[in-house]
């Protein structure tokens, strides 16, 4: 932690010589063409749910709901660029406030047609799983969590590894985006209160995965398919003290659409998860096959530079081939408001109604069983972040 | 570590504060040209490829040499205009746009100048540069293209 206070540190004078160079006036930004970039973020929100208590301990109304993060990059020559970010966040049991890199890399770009990055790379998944906890980005202060599950970020979000990616002009017939990569996911074993089973490892050998998104020759709409292999091995611990070795290999896939003419936007994706678990003793950990199916549809409309109204539909049933009782689905319907309030201050209103209890996560609720959780039930959130 | 929190949350509010004040408007409303170095022997360029160029997804002219974008700044009517008749999205869209990227990691916007002189100035003193400025400015030798 001593190591990232020195970062803050350093991230304080660089900022420090930005604003002057800014206070400077364009001569500054004309000798310098490519000066260091700064940039940086703090949301702090509230949660507030009834029902059930949901990513934090909402029931009673929470401020786990902080993030924060600051960026460095620079421009090395023409084609070469390097940076990285520290992130830390509080999310109920997720996070507190642990500072880490969030992403680093170098990004060498031959030409349009082909770049490489390598480092520690946001996973291109869908059309928001890179810019998913970016809220200057977004109208919501939660993207649909089917999709988008935030308390699975670690999991989700970026790949230590290399990442080919590119764009293409293809005439008559629109634009291509393509992105590929390779690598793993460095995992912390988090505590688990009120779990019956103790992970003592957890590991991911290998990530690979791939997204395509397809630019028509219509303005501002794009198609995308993303697909993502990986493999997960675990060690548990199971009461009262027998060892069991799990591995868990998964393929994700989404289909993705959105348009966005002039101040709408309008978003759909459906995606399949399919996720197998492999025991080295089925007699104490069972094994298991499972396909959750994940689609949410998205509407946003952009009223006036600071006002801007949004709502969406998410769907998510953890296992297709059964889709009976309020813990085998959840629906949500959200509405949101995002106010604009200067070109570097957010705040966002946001409520949810909430059918079944599939996302819910038991630990946070007394270890009661979702079977035996709350539906229906809801959950607001306030939201503010100011960035630069 | 709260005292890190803590820490970050000044440096993102003083940072914030900074950044707000609002950039001077334009005077002149009435157009826009779209200007590139004085050596370049650009004559039109299509709209899709400026806005790509904008957008910093083709970094690269014909020749191979390097694209150098310039922005007016987010509130400048130039920039509101160039925005919507030529990226083909509103400013706060675009903004969105590299918000995007500047935080994963995947690409940093053009600079922003305040004034049409200072992008006159970009345009002219940085090969490959492109820009765009209100009818009225002297463009001291910077070339004007046609967008189609």
Known sequence: MGGFRSSCVLATCLVASSARARADGDEAALADDAPVEVHGFVSQGFLLSTGNDYLAHSKRGSFEFSEAGINVSKALGDRLRVGLQFFTRDLGPNGDYRAKLDWFFFDYLWKDELGVRAGRVKLPFGLYNDTVDIDAAHTFALLPQSVYPTD?????????????????????????????????????VADQPGSPVTVVELTIPYVVGGRVLWEPPVDRLRIGASAQVLRLDGDLLIPPGAAVSVTLPAILWVASLEYAPDQLLIAAEYSRWHVRLESSDPMLYPESRSTSERAYALISYRLSPWLQ???????????????????????????????????????????????????????LNDGRPRAALATPWSLFLVKGTAYF | MRISLVLVVVVVAVAAVVGARPSPSRADESGLRVIVHPESRVISLDRKFVSDAFLKKRTRWSDDSVIRPVDQGPRSAVRRRFSVEVVGRPVEAVRRYWSQLVFSGRGLPPPELASDLAIVAYVTSHPGAIGYVSEAVDLRGARVVQVR
Do not use: N
């Open chain 1, 152 to 188: 699975q970020r670690d999991f989700l979000l970026a790949q230590t590894g290399v990442e080919l990616y590119g764009y293409r002009d293809l005439g008559a017939a629109g634009a291509v985006d393509y992105r590929a990569y390779g690598g793993t996911i460095f995992l912390e």
């Open chain 1, 309 to 363: 109204p949004g709502a969406y539909y998410s769907l998510y049933y953890p296992d297709v081939a059964d889709r009976s009782g309020r813990d085998a689905v959840q629906h949500d319907a959200a509405a949101a408001v995002r106010f604009d309030i200067s070109t570097h201050w957010i705040l966002k209103l946001e409520g949810h109604l909430m059918r079944g209890t599939a996302d819910v996560e038991p630990t």
